[in-house]
């Protein structure tokens, strides 16, 4: 499935943003079928990929 990522994280006003990383890299090690990712907004249907990258911009955020 293709789909737009977002460049940036967004709002995080309501987020948890120690564990939010960590439960995307528990998501990321489960043996799973993910073939969609809801997301909400922007694009709202990703495909797996979309987990990789949203992980990845909270390791890039954090190093900021």
């Known amino acids: 499935m293709k789909g737009y990522f977002k ?6 006003g309501f ?5 939010y990383p960590r439960s995307l890299a528990r998501l990321k090690g489960m043996p799973l079928p ?7 907004h922007d694009s709202p249907l990703q495909g797996p990929a ?6 990845d911009l909270f390791k890039a ?3 900021a």
Do not use: M, P, S
Request: hydrophobic fraction near 40%.
């Open 15 to 19: 987020a948890d943003v120690k564990i």
């Open 7 to 12: 460049e940036t994280l967004g709002n995080l």
């Open 34 to 40: 993910i073939k969609r990712v809801i997301c909400g």
């Open 50 to 55: 979309f987990i990789d990258h949203y992980h």
């Open 61 to 63: 955020d954090a190093g």
